[in-house]
């Protein structure tokens, strides 16, 4: 499985943006780019994916660089519920098994009031 | 939220017992997973189901068995279980790209 490098901890503030990057140099051509995030004591949630385009949805941006080795996912005003485990996972879009996960150690977010 | 349920929610037993997870869905996805997290990790796979009676395992699949009779269960089964599956354990579900997690069920052996 292509692997993804993550910084293990980012701070912020409140009402700021933030940017969380994510490295994955061997992506191969039908890898998707997907970020979870798990808040304290709960199951990940799904935040966004993306293939080569950048992505924008209610709850974040993705842009994706142009030889797609790595990502940021971007929170564009950060609140203190934004505080989690932010995961970059590569899912092979070729896999028959559905959407299996590989979960790295992720990056801790804390954002200062 | 996605219609996904696990019980019990927290279970003390003691080492050599057998226990069984439960998981629930009420959205008719196709695929099911468990997952296992240690504290300060990343979840790991243990085993998937890509549809009744059809199941594979994960990466960490050593002394855990699944079954899956119908759409909505998928249950996960310590055939003994010992102090090294302390942990959290998570069920998803998936209709193919997105992945939804339950709320988790946090297990430990004594």
């Known amino acids: 499985d292509a692997k993804t490098t993550q910084p293990n901890s980012m701070e912020s503030n409140e009402e700021e943006p933030v940017h969380l990057p994510c490295n994955h140099s061997?992506?191969?051509?039908?890898?998707?780019i997907h970020w979870y995030r798990q808040l304290p004591s709960q199951g990940p949630e799904y935040v966004i994916h993306?293939?080569?385009s950048n992505v924008n949805n209610r709850m974040a941006s993705l842009a994706i660089a142009e030889d797609r080795k790595s990502s940021t996912l971007i929170l564009h005003r950060a609140t203190l519920r934004d505080a989690a485990v932010y995961y970059c996972?590569?899912?092979?879009?070729?896999?028959?098994?559905?959407?299996?996960?590989?979960f790295g150690e992720g990056t801790q977010l804390t954002v200062n009031p | 939220d996605a219609g996904i349920t696990q019980s019990p929610r927290h279970k003390v037993t003691e080492t050599g017992t057998p226990v069984t997870l439960r998981c629930h869905q009420t959205?008719?996805?196709?695929?099911m997973y468990w997952y296992r997290q240690d504290p300060g990790h990343g979840l790991r796979l243990i085993h998937y189901?890509?549809?009744?009676?059809?199941?594979d395992k994960g990466e960490v699949s050593d002394g855990y068995s699944v079954s899956r009779s119908k759409t909505e269960d998928f249950l996960l089964t310590l055939e003994s279980a010992t102090s090294s599956q302390t942990s959290v354990y998570f069920c998803?579900?998936?209709?193919?790209?997105?992945?939804?997690f339950g709320p988790g069920t946090r297990l430990t052996v004594t």
């Open positions: 998803a579900i998936s209709s193919f790209s997105e992945q939804y």
């Open positions: 061997t992506i191969s051509g039908t890898d998707y």
């Open positions: 993306g293939l080569t």
């Open positions: 996972i590569l899912r092979d879009a070729q896999e028959t098994s559905g959407s299996r996960l590989t």
């Open positions: 959205e008719n996805h196709r695929y």
């Open positions: 189901s890509y549809g009744v009676k059809d199941t």
